[in-house]
């Protein structure tokens, strides 16, 4: 989950052109990753926020955290939709082939049994743990549950997973006088909590071998 520096500081490359360019291309990027789980979106939202805290405008910051949780909360809609309409097809659908390759058996059992004990509680986390929310959304999709009631509770987990990765670009902005510098920061931080539940899962299997 990696980014160029070099390419995440065009995202919002100067005060100037921030909101002709950089914020709607933030958002287009972020809107892609959350229909297609490749791009990382965490780590957009990271970098992106670095560069608005060192241009230190008053409204950088939150016009980041509007556009992100934004983003996120439209892709995510729109790939629930798309799921609900392959569900009722008899043929299924490629976007919901496509999230069901992404929703190991175990980790969507985890997320069915999560979702009936927790119930909306569980979307907001599935957003926060990295490969997290794609089970908990085919969890959703096979509980039957309505597109309204997804949304109700993916408004929260979107805005959490925005301020979340927000306040990492933050800290990482922080900690260097350079952007570039926080830029480097930010993407290590985002890659170590995105590998850090991976790495306790393996490390907890280690120890029951």
């Not at 670095?50 to 729109?78: K, Y």
């Amino acid at each position: 989950m990696t980014v160029p520096a070099a390419a995440v500081m065009t995202v919002i490359p100067t005060p100037a052109t921030q909101q002709a360019l950089g914020i709607p291309s933030l958002f287009l990027l972020v809107l892609i990753g959350a229909l297609v789980p490749v791009v990382p979106t965490g780590a957009l939202v990271s970098t992106a926020a670095v560069v608005a805290f060192h241009q230190e405008e008053p409204f950088s910051l939150a016009l980041v955290f509007v556009t992100a949780s934004l983003a996120a909360f439209c892709g995510d809609a729109t790939l629930y939709w798309l799921g609900r309409r392959g569900m009722r097809s008899k043929n299924g659908s490629r976007w919901l082939e496509a999230i069901r390759a992404r929703a190991p058996e175990e980790r969507l059992a985890q997320a069915q049994e999560k979702l009936a004990d927790h119930d909306v509680a569980v979307l907001v986390l599935s957003r926060l743990v990295p490969a997290g929310r794609i089970p908990v959304m085919l969890a959703c999709l096979m509980a039957k549950w309505p597109l309204r009631r997804f949304v109700r509770g993916n408004l929260p987990a979107c805005l959490a997973w925005a301020v979340t990765y927000q306040l990492i670009g933050i800290l990482g902005g922080s900690l260097f006088p350079e952007p570039w510098e926080g830029v480097v920061a930010a993407v290590a931080l985002t890659v170590a909590v995105s590998a850090a539940p991976s790495l306790w899962r393996r490390f907890r299997r280690s120890r029951t071998v």
